[in-house]
C-alpha cells in the first residue's frame, strides 16, 4: 500500500507540475543543455540541475511511507570553473503534501531567504572514475543524530567501500570516464581529510551478547563488541563485513580499544560467527 501512496503522490505532483508550466516554457527547457547532479533515497532525495543560460533549479522532496511529504523547488543562478560552484537563490517553490490523500497538494512561491528553506550555495567540484562530485561543507541537519556535511558522509562511503559503485546523501553525476584509479585524497581540504581511512580498517569479535525484549521475547538482537578501537582510527560512521560478505555490523558506539554495534540479522547465532571472527570495511 505504501508503494502506491508514493506513486500516487508523485503522479499528483507530475500533474500540478505541468499545469503551472506552459508548452513555451517546456520548449525553451528542453532546449537549454543542462548539467544534472541528483541523489535518489527511501521516500526522499536531491536534484541540481545548472543550465547553459546561467540559471539553475535546486529540487529537494521528502515523502511519508503512509502519505504527506514535501517539495521544496529553488530557482536562480549560478557561478562555476573547473573546482567551484555557487549558487545563488532567487525564488522558491513550496509544495506541502497533505497525510490525506483526497486533499489536494499546496504551492506557494515565495522570494528566496527564509531561514527555514535555505539550501547549500557553495560547492566544491572533483571527478572520481566516471563520477563528478559536488559536495559542501555546510552541516545539515535532520539526516543523522550526528553532525554531518557532504564531505562527512562521503568518507563515510569511501571508508566503508561503496564508493564509487554507490553514493550516499550527497550530489552526484555520471561521466564517460571508467578508467578504474585509486582515490587521490588531495582533492578534498585538509580540514576534512582526518575522515578519511588511508588503510582499511580490520577488527575481531570480542564479545557478543543477546538482548531479549522484555515485552516480546521473540524480538532478539545481538550487541557485538570488536577489539578495535578509536585509537586503531574505528568510528562510529563505519560499516564492517565479514570476507564472505553474510554478516556486517554498523558501529554505534567508540571507545579508545573497542567498538559496538547492534545486529537483528533473524538467522545470527555465535556459533556461525564466533568470537575471533574477522570483519573489516574493505576487502581487498
Known amino acids: 500500500m505504501k508503494y502506491i501512496n508514493i506513486l500516487i503522490l508523485l503522479l499528483i505532483f507530475s500533474c500540478s507540475n505541468d499545469k503551472t508550466i506552459s508548452n513555451n516554457e517546456k520548449k525553451i527547457i528542453k532546449d537549454i543543455d543542462t548539467l544534472k547532479f541528483s541523489y535518489n533515497g527511501f521516500n526522499n532525495g536531491l536534484r541540481l540541475d545548472l543550465l547553459s543560460d546561467g540559471s539553475f533549479i535546486s529540487e529537494n522532496y521528502l515523502f511519508g511511507c503512509t502519505g504527506g511529504g514535501e517539495r521544496k523547488k529553488v530557482f536562480g543562478t549560478y557561478k562555476m570553473d573547473s573546482v567551484n560552484l555557487k549558487l545563488v537563490p532567487e525564488k522558491i517553490e ?55 556535511n557532504d564531505y562527512i558522509r562521503f568518507a563515510n562511503y569511501l571508508n566503508s567501500g561503496f564508493e564509487p559503485k554507490s553514493s550516499g546523501r550527497y550530489l552526484v553525476t555520471e561521466t564517460k570516464d571508467t578508467i578504474r ?104
Open 94 to 148: 513550496y509544495t506541502e503534501y497533505p497525510i490525506d490523500m483526497e486533499s489536494k497538494p499546496k504551492t506557494i512561491n515565495i522570494t528566496y531567504g527564509i531561514d527555514s528553506l535555505k539550501i547549500k550555495t557553495e560547492f566544491q567540484i572533483f571527478n572520481w572514475e566516471n563520477k563528478k562530485y559536488l559536495l559542501s561543507d555546510f552541516y545539515d541537519y535532520g539526516w543523522s543524530l550526528d553532525k554531518e
Open 181 to 284: 584509479t585509486e582515490f587521490d585524497l588531495k582533492q578534498i581540504p585538509e580540514k576534512w581529510q582526518d575522515y578519511f581511512l588511508k588503510e582499511p580498517v580490520s577488527a575481531k569479535i570480542k564479545k557478543i551478547k543477546k538482548i531479549t525484549d522484555p515485552y516480546d521475547e521473540e524480538n532478539i538482537s545481538w550487541q557485538i563488541e570488536l577489539d578495535k578501537g578509536i585509537k586503531d582510527r574505528m568510528n562510529n560512521r563505519l560499516t564492517l563485513e565479514t570476507k564472505d560478505g553474510e554478516f556486517f555490523i554498523e558501529i554505534d558506539s567508540v571507545l579508545t580499544n573497542n567498538s559496538f554495534g547492534i545486529t537483528y540479522m533473524y538467522d545470527f547465532s555465535p556459533k556461525k560467527f564466533p568470537i575471533g571472527t574477522e570483519l573489516r570495511t574493505i576487502w581487498k
